[in-house]
């Protein structure tokens, strides 16, 4: 599995309860642990490590809908996003990480 399809199913576990934007990911130059709430989308709450340099950011919409606005590496060139809605992945070299 590549590491962005990682990066976006991490993220698709990560919703928390509220129909709001989260960044568990900020970038850190260290392994950082991410807590995540039980919610509507995600049923039980569990903790993660990010990865150094990573970002993700999410939205969680409704009870079946997660958008990954971006998940990248600071160090990488493609950002990522996605949605639960149909599955799909896309990567684009435009803007910053």
Not at 25 to 49: H, L, R, V
Not at 57 to 77: F, H, N, P
Request: aromatic residues 6%; hydrophobic residues 35%; charged residues 10%.
């Amino acid at each position: 599995m590549k590491k962005s399809q990682l990066l976006l199913a991490i993220a698709a576990a990560a919703a928390a309860g509220s129909a709001s934007a989260a960044s568990p990911c900020t970038g850190a130059t260290a392994p950082t642990p991410a807590t995540i709430a039980a919610g509507t989308f995600i049923q039980t709450g569990f903790t993660f490590n990010c990865s150094k340099n990573v970002k993700l950011d999410y939205t969680e919409t409704s009870a079946t809908l997660l958008t990954v606005s971006k998940a990248c590496s600071i160090k990488g060139k493609t950002i990522y996003s996605g949605t639960s809605d149909s599955g799909s992945l896309t990567g684009t070299t435009t803007g910053t990480c």
